[in-house]
């Protein structure tokens, strides 16, 4: 059974940059979708932006044009890079894995200053 694992979480400021990383303890196949996704305290989780193992990618409208999604199928990695951060970023992060609705433990983002 495939694993994910999150990396990369952290404080920053608004503005700021970060990059997340998703590792998978087994192999990522060819065909699966993968994502990233967030719950803020008191929300619902929520989809943040996904890719197809062909490279096409969705976002969110509140992060499209922040946020770049990245898969290594040879690495067996999915990396999240967000940019120019807002408190409203403040998050768990979590990786999934769609075709079998696999997640990570989630990693912790706070954008403060």
């Known amino acids: 059974q495939v694993q994910l694992v999150e990396s990369g979480g952290g404080l920053v400021q608004p503005g700021g940059s970060l990059r997340l990383s998703c590792a998978a303890s087994?192999?990522?196949?060819?065909?699966?979708?993968m994502g990233w996704y967030r719950q803020a305290p008191g929300k619902q989780r929520e989809l943040v932006a996904t890719i197809t193992s062909a490279g096409f990618t969705n976002y969110a409208g509140s992060v499209k044009g922040r946020f770049t999604i990245f898969r290594d199928n040879a690495k067996n990695t999915v990396d999240l890079q967000m940019n120019s951060l807002k408190p409203e970023d403040t998050a768990v992060y979590f990786c999934?894995?769609?075709?079998?609705?696999?997640w990570g433990q989630g990693t912790q983002v706070t954008v403060s200053s």
């Open positions: 999934r894995r769609l075709n079998d609705n696999t």
């Open positions: 087994g192999s990522i196949f060819r065909s699966d979708v």
